[in-house]
């Protein structure tokens, strides 16, 4: 299934207002792990309220002993503080990358803003060498965007 595909189905479930917010982005995360080959592991974190930190919100994909991110730290640390898309083609190749399982050769992570703050992000996992393109990166933003509707 292709982004442009996928994108109406996204909004289906944002605007789903008989589920909960947390029932919905874990869906978004289902819909993304299964209908793109090489997303293996599909998650969101958020700010820990002023706390400079991100938990571990709604994912798909194997269980992960990072439910706390310090900023600065790993892939999402660093865009908690820059606020910037990290795309990484080769995780090994991360001086500050937190390794989440053996099999993860890259990683995406989006920034989500809500009123122009980084409240949060979606991280994407891929058992993939170098999968990303700039087309992922701006259907997460797309997706990410969606996602903040229903954040405020």
Same mark, same amino acid.
């Given at each position: 299934?292709?982004?442009?595909?996928?994108?109406?189905?996204?909004? @289906?479930?944002?605007?789903?207002?008989?589920?909960?917010?947390?029932?919905?982005?874990?869906?978004? &995360?289902?819909?993304?792990?299964?209908?793109?080959?090489?997303?293996?592991?599909? !998650?969101?974190?958020?700010?820990?309220?002023?706390? %400079? %930190?991100?938990?571990? =919100?709604?994912?798909? =994909?194997? $269980? @992960?002993?990072?439910?706390?991110? $310090?900023?600065?730290?790993?892939? &999402?640390? +660093?865009?908690?503080?820059?606020?910037?898309?990290?795309? *990484? $083609?080769?995780? @090994?190749? +991360?001086?500050?990358?937190?390794? &989440?399982?053996? @099999?993860?050769?890259?990683?995406?992570? *989006?920034?989500?803003?809500?009123? !122009?703050?980084?409240? =949060? +992000?979606?991280?994407?996992?891929?058992?993939?060498?170098? $999968?990303?393109?700039?087309?992922?990166?701006?259907?997460? %933003?797309?997706?990410?965007?969606?996602?903040?509707?229903?954040?405020?």
């Amino acid at each position: 299934m292709t982004f442009e595909q996928l994108k109406p189905l996204v909004d @289906t479930i944002v605007l789903n207002t008989e589920k909960p917010v947390n029932e919905r982005l874990l869906n978004i &995360c289902e819909l993304l792990e299964t209908h793109i080959p090489y997303y293996n592991w599909v !998650g969101f974190y958020f700010r820990n309220g002023k706390k %400079e %930190e991100l938990i571990l =919100g709604p994912y798909v =994909g194997a $269980p @992960t002993d990072h439910t706390v991110i $310090p900023f600065g730290k790993g892939i &999402c640390g +660093q865009v908690a503080v820059s606020n910037q898309n990290f795309v *990484v $083609p080769d995780v @090994t190749a +991360q001086d500050n990358y937190i390794a &989440c399982s053996i @099999t993860v050769k890259a990683e995406i992570v *989006v920034p989500i803003f809500v009123n !122009g703050e980084n409240i =949060g +992000q979606i991280d994407i996992d891929s058992n993939t060498p170098d $999968p990303f393109t700039e087309k992922d990166e701006r259907f997460l %933003e797309y997706v990410c965007a969606q996602v903040a509707t229903i954040l405020n």
